[in-house]
């Protein structure tokens, strides 16, 4: 009987490796003889799954004519001649069944029972092969694109795989057709369906992507010890090479930049900012603050808190456009960061922000002390729109603050009026 005819989906299994096929279909048609004879110890189920081959053989021991003690294990030497002329009493007698044996109710039934075995056995092969593979990039043809999410083909192995719009770089947009490029972010079983969902946000896409440009990282030579990212925008990678021959900023960026650039164009023109790695806090901080120079820096290792002052010119680059710069920095070492303008003293007619907290909440004040304002002065030196822009304040809580702050030079005219 040819397998090909009566079960032609299964001859080759499309994720699932031979031996496990094997042993599928060998259960499946041992469960269909359990059902008809009551038992499988006396019958030898052949699989060849190469030319879709199914033999299936009954084998009971030839015993004299009225002596059949157990039809399911001895069969008289009469019925064993039928089959054969040559046996004789003693012999095994191999009698061939045919699926026709079986009936066409239990043919189907075995049949459905196949296809539920395979389709699982399939889904468990794509669960496994792409959970061994998370963290690895995938490139595929976007199939679909639906409101939450894009579908994916694998250009390897034609599997479907999601990548969902919070997955995605602000600004990516695909057609039907169009390549993607992801990394494997994770795999789970939904509805006992595998999902495959892939990532252009996560960190390890940078990862991956900078083991592909530079040789030095796939090596082993330089190692990414840390990287964070604001998708699209900019990123902070701490990278170190144990070989003193070996400038790991300088091998990462490449010649002119050559080797950056191809993955700045795959990330929608990310700001990538590559530093050293040292296990020297306040070296790593000011590595960090990049591109941002530092004059001082007090830390307070307890709480993980760095105070970096800095030249009033330098305060908006350490903090970077919407507070990019000094929250990635922050992310990088592992402190919270607040930036501080590196003056002398404060003018005399100048006034601390801490006084203002009977009228000011405290985490106002901390929230304008990180962006570089820690008096009055240096609030109000700022414009409405740059506060509102660099700080995470709403707007009415800024013409509050400024409202505030302003009162208090009008009272002191005031008062310098009436004394003149």
Known sequence: MNLVDTFSEFKTGKNIDRPTMVRVLEDVFRTLIRKKYGSDDNFDVIVNTQKGDLELWRVREIVPDGEVLDERSQISISEALAIDEDYEVGEECYEQLFLEHFGRRAIMAARQTLISRIMELEKDEVFKKYNERVGEIVLGEVHQILKRE?????DATGTELIMPRNEMIRGDFYRKGDMVKGVIRKVEMKNNNPVVIVSRTDSTFLEKLMEQEVPEIEDGLITIKRIVRMPGERAKVAVESYDDRIDPVGACVGMKGSRIHGIVRELKNENIDIVNFTSNDNLFIQRALTPAKVTK????LETKRAS???EPEQVSLAIGKGGTNIKLASRLTEFEIDVFRNTVEIEIDDV??????????GWIIEELKNIGCDSAKSVLALSRQELIRRSDLEEETVDEVLKVLAAEFEE???????EE
Request: aromatic letters at 6%; zero cysteines.
């Open 150 to 154: 894009i579908l994916i083909l694998d």
């Open 352 to 361: 601390d922000l801490e006084e203002f907290s009977d009228e000011i909440e």
């Open 412 to 418: 002191d005219d005031t008062k310098k009026e009436e």
């Open 297 to 300: 820096i007090d830390l307070d």
């Open 308 to 310: 970096v002052y800095l």
